[in-house]
């Protein structure tokens, strides 16, 4: 079995980041999936140490920014900040997945925020927490549908138009709200805008009931002549209908690993526990031996521990070459669409290998949160849609 040792440096990050896990996220992972609604106040504590590895550059288990231009641009490897964050998120999610993005200032929008803001927006934001606002009712995975509008009103921009499916869209101080500002021009006019909590004409409609990631809010988001400050548009206001909405597409450069690195964490646990009952079931795993001469459910954990590791490796990579300065965007695709497939997959699995172990396992738990992560960040067609377009040399026009 091919496997890609974690870099040494990083080991201590990886051990802190499981210790939370452990301590902190499963004791209450049960409590917060049946108490819906209920902001975790446990978070608080861990959070600030979250900023506290953030800030020194250790790295942590939230949101990071892909940086593709400012000062350091020809520094090259940025010591591996990226993959950090990646190896932070696995091991969080092996704890609570809904809890890790239930973090404050975790948010994707801290992710948007990172990868195209200015060095004065990322100072003017800093220990913000940042929900993201993209999907809308009469869209969901095509991005380029945005209707939410833009109008340049002296030194403010009005918003209009509203938003589904918004994790964080309640408890978060801002949200990065995705809108256009001339429908007429496509995609090369939509824009993303910081909108604080508090904003006339910003309005939290309603929080949703989930299947999964109880934990973390869902909610519908509302923005009526909102006006937000010219200078909270992330990245430059022209219209440049050659380069199309590259900029703030970016942003899924580093959410879509960061995604995978979730499902990567629910498939290890669910692998993790379901290998502990077929033990204790009296079903030994033989890496030695084919599997067609093992035992039924030994030989489907075995194909289920590959699918893992493939899995694993993709989202590694796409992290690797952020820090490394090379466009990734192919490979946060794959990553994004093989881990998201592969998590419910493994998840399911081993809720059949295992039987009716119930609420006692947290295995039903963990399949019923791993849906969500083969759809937000795009859903799994939407990314086999990019590979296509990007390994075959077509534009989204001549490949839809």
Same mark, same amino acid.
């Given at each position: 079995?091919?496997?890609?040792?974690?870099?040494?440096?990083?080991?201590?990050?990886?051990?802190?980041?499981?210790?939370?896990?452990?301590?902190?996220?499963?004791?209450?992972?049960?409590?917060?999936?049946?108490?819906?609604?209920?902001?975790?106040?446990?978070?608080?504590?861990?959070?600030?140490?979250?900023?506290?590895?953030?800030?020194?550059?250790?790295?942590?288990?939230?949101?990071?920014?892909?940086?593709?231009?400012?000062?350091?641009?020809?520094?090259?490897?940025?010591?591996?900040?990226?993959?950090?964050?990646?190896?932070?998120?696995?091991?969080?999610?092996?704890?609570?997945?809904?809890?890790?993005?239930?973090?404050?200032?975790?948010?994707?929008?801290?992710?948007?925020?990172?990868?195209?803001?200015?060095?004065?927006?990322?100072?003017?934001?800093?220990?913000?927490?940042?929900?993201?606002?993209?999907?809308?009712?009469?869209?969901?995975?095509?991005?380029?549908?945005?209707?939410?509008?833009?109008?340049?009103?002296?030194?403010?921009?009005?918003?209009?138009?509203?938003?589904?499916?918004?994790?964080?869209?309640?408890?978060?101080?801002?949200?990065?709200?995705?809108?256009?500002?001339?429908?007429?021009?496509?995609?090369?006019?939509?824009?993303?805008?910081?909108?604080?909590?508090?904003?006339?004409?910003?309005?939290?409609?309603?929080?949703?009931?989930?299947?999964?990631?109880?934990?973390?809010?869902?909610?519908?988001?509302?923005?009526?002549?909102?006006?937000?400050?010219?200078?909270?548009?992330?990245?430059?206001?022209?219209?440049?209908?050659?380069?199309?909405? !590259? &900029? #703030?597409?970016?942003?899924? =450069?580093?959410?879509?690993?960061?995604?995978? /690195?979730? *499902?990567?964490?629910?498939? $290890?646990?669910?692998?993790?526990?379901?290998?502990?009952?077929?033990?204790? !079931? &009296? #079903?030994?795993?033989?890496? =030695?031996?084919?599997?067609?001469?093992?035992? /039924?459910? *030994?030989?489907?954990?075995? $194909?289920?521990?590959?699918?893992?590791?493939?899995?694993?490796?993709?989202?590694?990579?796409?992290?690797?070459?952020? =820090?490394?300065?090379?466009?990734?965007?192919?490979?946060?695709?794959?990553?994004?669409?093989?881990?998201?497939?592969?998590?419910?997959?493994?998840?399911?699995?081993?809720?059949?290998?295992?039987?009716?172990?119930?609420?006692?396992?947290?295995?039903?738990?963990?399949?019923?949160?791993?849906?969500?992560?083969?759809?937000?960040?795009?859903?799994?067609?939407?990314?086999?849609?990019?590979?296509?377009?990007?390994?075959?040399?077509?534009?989204?026009?001549?490949?839809?």
């Amino acid at each position: 079995m091919i496997n890609l040792e974690a870099p040494k440096k990083a080991g201590a990050l990886i051990n802190q980041a499981y210790q939370a896990a452990a301590e902190v996220f499963r004791p209450i992972s049960r409590k917060y999936d049946r108490a819906e609604h209920t902001y975790p106040a446990e978070l608080d504590m861990f959070a600030a140490l979250l900023d506290g590895l953030n800030s020194s550059g250790e790295g942590g288990a939230g949101a990071a920014g892909v940086r593709r231009s400012g000062p350091d641009k020809e520094k090259g490897n940025r010591n591996g900040a990226n993959l950090n964050v990646v190896l932070g998120t696995i091991e969080m999610c092996w704890g609570d997945v809904g809890l890790l993005l239930s973090m404050p200032r975790q948010g994707l929008g801290n992710a948007a925020i990172g990868s195209v803001a200015t060095d004065e927006q990322l100072e003017r934001f800093s220990g913000m927490w940042a929900a993201m606002a993209i999907t809308e009712a009469g869209f969901g995975s095509d991005s380029a549908a945005v209707s939410t509008t833009a109008r340049l009103d002296g030194d403010h921009y009005v918003l209009n138009g509203e938003k589904i499916f918004v994790t964080s869209g309640e408890r978060a101080d801002a949200v990065v709200v995705w809108a256009t500002l001339d429908k007429s021009k496509g995609r090369a006019a939509i824009k993303s805008f910081v909108v604080e909590k508090g904003t006339p004409g910003f309005e939290v409609v309603r929080v949703e009931h989930k299947l999964g990631i109880r934990a973390s809010d869902t909610a519908v988001l509302r923005f009526e002549n909102c006006r937000v400050p010219a200078e909270n548009l992330l990245g430059t206001p022209e219209i440049d209908t050659a380069k199309g909405f !590259a &900029g #703030v597409m970016q942003t899924f =450069d580093n959410t879509r690993p960061l995604v995978a /690195a979730m *499902a990567i964490g629910v498939a $290890r646990a669910a692998l993790e526990e379901t290998r502990r009952i077929l033990s204790e !079931a &009296g #079903v030994s795993i033989d890496y =030695d031996r084919p599997a067609n001469a093992q035992h /039924a459910a *030994a030989a489907e954990f075995l $194909r289920l521990e590959a699918d893992y590791e493939s899995a694993y490796l993709l989202t590694l990579e796409s992290a690797w070459m952020a =820090d490394n300065r090379k466009p990734n965007s192919l490979q946060a695709s794959m990553a994004k669409a093989k881990a998201g497939r592969s998590v419910v997959e493994i998840a399911l699995k081993c809720v059949e290998l295992t039987g009716a172990y119930g609420e006692e396992s947290l295995l039903e738990k963990w399949a019923r949160d791993a849906k969500i992560l083969d759809i937000f960040e795009g859903t799994q067609q939407i990314q086999q849609l990019i590979v296509a377009r990007r390994v075959l040399g077509k534009t989204s026009a001549q490949l839809k």
